[in-house]
């Protein structure tokens, strides 16, 4: 299995940054995408980016220009530089690794971006 952790979530003014961090830990393979997903209240889960073991990333539309993914493969960590943040980026950030044996969640950390 495969073990996500993340951090950095937090209340910030609209306008301000956020980075977000996922440490992953257990059965890593060479070959892998880590990703962000979220969900907000009442609504369905999302990705908001994806980083492959290649360094290939995809972007929501709506946070393209204003989010950054990234990874230390060394560390098992990827990043999340969330800048320029919204009110409608409110939701619970959730970590995601996938690989061809194991497809694992991080329990979540809560971004509220206030007007």
């Known amino acids: 299995q495969v073990q996500l952790v993340e951090s950095g979530g937090g209340l910030v003014q609209a306008g301000r940054s956020l980075r977000l961090s996922c440490a992953a830990s257990g059965s890593i393979e060479s070959i892998n995408i880590m990703g962000w997903y979220r969900r907000a209240p009442g609504k369905q889960r999302e990705l908001v980016a994806t980083i492959s073991s290649s360094g290939g990333t995809d972007y929501l539309d709506s946070v393209k220009g204003r989010f950054t993914i990234s990874r230390d493969s060394a560390k098992n960590m990827v990043y999340l530089q969330a800048n320029t943040l919204r009110p409608e980026d409110t939701a619970v950030y959730y970590c995601?690794?996938?690989?061809?044996?194991?497809?694992?969640w991080g329990q979540g950390t809560q971004v509220t971006v206030s007007s």
């Open positions: 995601n690794y996938r690989s061809r044996w194991w497809n694992s």
